[in-house]
Nanobody, 119 residues
Framework: EVQLVESGGGLVQPGGSLSLSCAAS????????MGWFRQAPGKERDFVAA????????IYADSVKGRFTISRDNAKNTLYLQMNSLKPEDTALYYC????????????WGQGTQVTVSS
């Protein structure tokens, strides 16, 4: 059974940092590209970042470029999202997802971890 479990969310002040993790199990993690998404209340789920199976290729939404860093540790079956210089508009439920084909077709999602940026 494929499982993706996010952790690391919380409340942080503007300008602060948080590091999210996504523990993967039930599939060959090292064979799949992975992504992070987020959904704010009343809004659609938005793409945040993605990383290739070997970590060599990363892409980011313009809104987080230069502030967020996606990475992975295939030995630990874990995906990460380092978030710096956080803004109130980054407040959302953050999800990790598995890319089935490597072409942005995400088929499994975690339950999400809440990030709240507020003073």
């Amino acid at each position: 059974e494929v499982q993706l479990v996010e952790s690391g969310g919380g409340l942080v002040q503007p300008g602060g940092s948080l590091s999210l993790s996504c523990a993967a199990s039930g599939f060959a993690f090292s064979s799949h590209s992975m992504g992070w998404f987020r959904q704010a209340p009343g809004k659609e789920r938005d793409f945040v970042a993605a990383i290739s199976w070997n970590g060599e290729i990363t892409i980011y939404a313009d809104s987080v470029k230069g502030r967020f860093t996606i990475s992975r540790d295939n030995a630990k079956n874990t995906l990460y999202l380092q978030m710096n210089s956080l803004k109130p508009e980054d407040t959302a439920l953050y999800y990790c997802a598995r890319d089935l084909t490597g072409w942005g077709e995400y088929d499994y999602w975690g339950q999400g971890t809440q990030v709240t940026v507020s003073s």
